[in-house]
């Protein structure tokens, strides 16, 4: 059985930092890409970050320069750092396996 488990969000200030964290089970990580995704209310889900097998990175632009996507393979586990925020980073942020696996979100809220 496939569990993605994110931690790390929270409520945080306009320039603010947060470092999510996915940890991923019953799946060899590190054949797999990762992604992180983001939702807010009403709106649609959008790709934030991915990270390829090979340590490979993209980003959506209104986040380059802010966030990083990383990796520990020894950890299963995926992270993004996100600093600068804006309150326009407010969503619930996914952990994704690409075209397979989702894990249930954690929320970060960007507000003064």
């Known amino acids: 059985q496939v569990q993605l488990v994110e931690s790390g969000g929270g409520l945080v200030q306009p320039g603010g930092s947060l470092n999510l964290s996915c940890v991923v089970s019953?799946?060899?990580?590190?054949?797999?890409?990762m992604a992180w995704y983001r939702q807010a209310p009403g709106k649609q889900r959008e790709l934030v970050a991915l990270i390829t097998r090979t340590d490979s990175t993209e980003y959506t632009d209104s986040v380059k320069g802010r966030f990083t996507i990383s990796r520990d393979n020894t950890k299963n586990t995926v992270y993004l750092q996100m600093n600068n925020l804006k309150p326009e980073d407010t969503a619930a942020y996914y952990c994704?396996?690409?075209?397979?696996?989702w894990g249930l979100g954690t929320q970060v809220t960007v507000s003064s």
């Open positions: 019953g799946l060899i990580f590190s054949m797999y890409g």
């Open positions: 994704h396996v690409p075209g397979l696996y």
